[in-house]
């Protein structure tokens, strides 16, 4: 066996041991995709270590938990994909002003806002199941990741497919809406991973339908519109 | 009938079920959360350390899971390590990217209890198992590092400070080790 042998082997285990940094670890994504022999070591050594998983006790899961990965499987209902009907964006407005003003109001508050839920025609969504969702697709029509609301104004953002974000760079989500002159920046990801948002600094009248995510400098945009390209947006929809 | 059946088997199909999720079908991918959820939540929860993470880790893989199917290939290994290293991957990239500080605040105390030792891992690996044998003829030190490394998730760094050892001590042990694992197993 050569050297440049072991060290591929070296940093395959490394990589399936979880010991690469998360800049080293994206590297030898992206090397698994063009490189063959790589590949095939990273999968040995997954192959090796294998049983190792199954020495963690399994415990105890609920339909909860369940409930939220349907969700986040569930495609975006025919026809508010393409682009929602007045009605139904009155109608979404609606329950967005509703979602941010009870948003943090505890209990009642939550059994209140389904109830409004339910004078405004929506099935009511249980207090962990989204009340609405966002595919957020890439220029190629790739889903890239999934945005939830909850009754209780919560919305957490959670990557799919998208490329590690390079050193030095952030991506941006913003709030799009027609009745706006500009986009709204309202989260910042440095990382690839599921973030919680915070939509209370959207007024009622603020409040939009449509997402987009910018690469931009780290830290956000400079400028406070989006100055990168858009890698992906998406609509939000009723999650059921 | 069948697919009910199937759903409540033990020894689920999981490369059929992967090929069905691909295809669209939403039962398989519950029949997948039925059988391998409970274990997959324990794999993460190691890692992470907190169960609402641990949650977090397999929401997120079952959601990748479903997307990512059709990418799933058998020549390349089986589908429940393909699952797992999902579930690893996505644990150990939100643990490095999680600020210490948060996972300290409320983590630690219980998960210094519940850190298990390396030798009780290699212990509950089968009788039969290949790896089992392997690393019970490595060097202990290399043993108790890359099982720890792989079932906790321990960087270098988090290693060499337990061990009191510089990193690139760490490194060479880890890499011996895997080295000598390899040949091993084959």
Redesign the interface.
């Known amino acids: 066996m050569t050297a440049a042998d072991?060290d591929r082997?070296?940093l395959a285990?490394?990589h399936?041991?979880?010991?690469l940094?998360?800049a080293d670890?994206a590297a030898a994504e992206r090397r698994i995709a063009g490189d063959a022999a790589f590949?095939?070591a990273v999968?040995a050594?997954?192959?090796?270590?294998?049983?190792?998983?199954?020495?963690?006790?399994?415990?105890?899961?609920g339909e909860a938990?369940?409930a939220?990965?349907?969700a986040?499987?569930a495609p975006p209902a025919e026809g508010v994909r393409a682009s929602a009907s007045a009605a139904e964006t009155r109608r979404l407005s609606h329950l967005w002003n509703s979602l941010v003003f009870w948003r943090g109001l505890a209990g009642a508050a939550i059994a209140a806002a389904a109830a409004l839920l339910v004078t405004i025609g929506l099935a009511p969504a249980p207090q962990d199941q989204p009340a609405f969702v966002a595919v957020l697709t890439t220029d190629q029509g790739r889903?890239g990741a999934?945005m939830h609301a909850y009754a209780d104004g919560r919305v957490t953002l959670?990557p799919?497919?998208i490329a590690p974000i390079p050193r030095g760079r952030s991506l941006q989500l913003w709030s799009i809406s027609t009745a706006a002159p500009s986009p709204v920046a309202i989260g910042l990801m440095d990382?690839?991973?599921?973030i919680r948002l915070d939509l209370g600094n959207l007024s009622p009248a603020q409040l939009r339908q449509r997402f987009a995510v910018s690469l931009e400098p780290a830290g956000g945009s400079p400028t406070g519109l989006p100055t990168g390209p858009v890698v992906m947006q998406g609509q939000m929809t009723p999650a059921n | 009938m069948g697919a009910e059946l199937m759903m409540q088997a033990g020894d689920l199909d999981i490369e059929e079920a992967l090929r069905r999720c691909a295809g669209g079908d939403d039962a398989a991918l519950r029949a997948i959360y039925e059988r391998e959820a409970p274990r997959m939540i324990g794999v993460a929860q190691r890692i992470v350390r907190r169960r609402a993470l641990a949650e977090e880790v397999v929401q997120d893989s079952f959601v990748q899971i479903w997307r990512r199917a059709a990418s799933f290939d058998a020549a390349r290994g089986a589908g429940r390590t393909w699952i797992y290293a999902i579930v690893r991957h996505r644990a150990i990239s939100i643990l490095r990217n999680e600020s210490r500080l948060e996972l300290d605040a409320d983590g630690d105390a219980a998960a210094a209890a519940a850190e298990e030792n390396a030798d009780d891992v290699v212990t509950k690996l089968s009788d039969s198992s290949s790896l089992r044998r392997c690393l019970e003829h490595l060097e202990e030190r290399a043993r108790k590092l890359i099982v720890l490394t792989y079932v906790h998730g321990l960087s270098h760094a988090e290693l060499a400070a337990r061990e009191g050892v510089p990193l690139g001590t760490v490194k060479s042990w880890i890499r011996r080790g895997a080295l000598a694992l390899r040949e091993c197993l084959g």
């Not at chain 1, 399936?16 to 010991?19: I, K, P, S, T």
């Not at chain 1, 050594?45 to 899961?61: C, E, I, S």
């Open positions: 072991d082997e070296a285990a490394e399936v041991l979880g010991l940094s998360p670890a590949a095939a999968a050594w997954r192959a090796r270590l294998a049983d190792l998983d199954q020495t963690a006790a399994p415990l105890p899961v938990l369940w939220r990965i349907r986040g499987i889903p999934v959670i799919l497919e990382q690839v991973r599921t």
